[in-house]
């Protein structure tokens, strides 16, 4: 459904550090953004995926990068103990707890999820989905 996804930052270093510890675990990998004039930015793969694409920019019109009030990314892991590594990871890297792994049955049988927020404030989701099949 999607191409891309992109968030900003204030510090693309900082950023990429903490969008590497915690999409690792999910099995996302980064790869090399080809210079195009833009802004610049990390991106993150599925290792057999072209796309979709997840990106982490400094804002192009140079304003400092803000969250979206109500935005959110949800991350798919395969495991509920994916779902703690990549949370354990981010918040050693200064993400910022937004709710604790654990069960959410409220939203589907076998739902398990953890939410955090990044440096810069964009809120995440890291979630295992126990009712639906596997993305990749």
Not at 1 to 25: N, Q, R, W
Not at 30 to 51: E, F, K, M, Q, Y
Not at 94 to 123: F, H, I, Q
Request: charged residues 15%.
């Amino acid at each position: 459904m999607f191409s891309h996804v992109t968030v900003g930052c204030t510090d693309l270093d900082s950023a990429a550090a903490f969008y590497d510890a915690v999409l690792a675990p999910l099995g996302l990998i980064r790869r090399v953004v080809i210079p195009d004039g833009g802004p610049a930015s990390a991106c993150w793969v599925h290792p057999t995926h072209t796309l979709p694409r997840f990106y982490v920019y400094l804002p192009r019109n140079g304003l400092v990068a803000t969250p979206g009030n109500g935005s959110m990314l949800a991350f798919h892991a395969q495991t509920p103990d994916i779902v703690r590594a990549a949370y354990a990871a981010g918040m050693l890297k200064g993400g910022t707890d937004e709710g604790a792994p654990g069960e959410r049955p409220w939203y589907g049988e076998g739902y398990y999820g953890a939410y955090l927020r990044d440096p810069d404030g964009n809120k995440l989701h890291i979630v295992h989905r126990g009712d639906l099949e596997p993305v990749w």
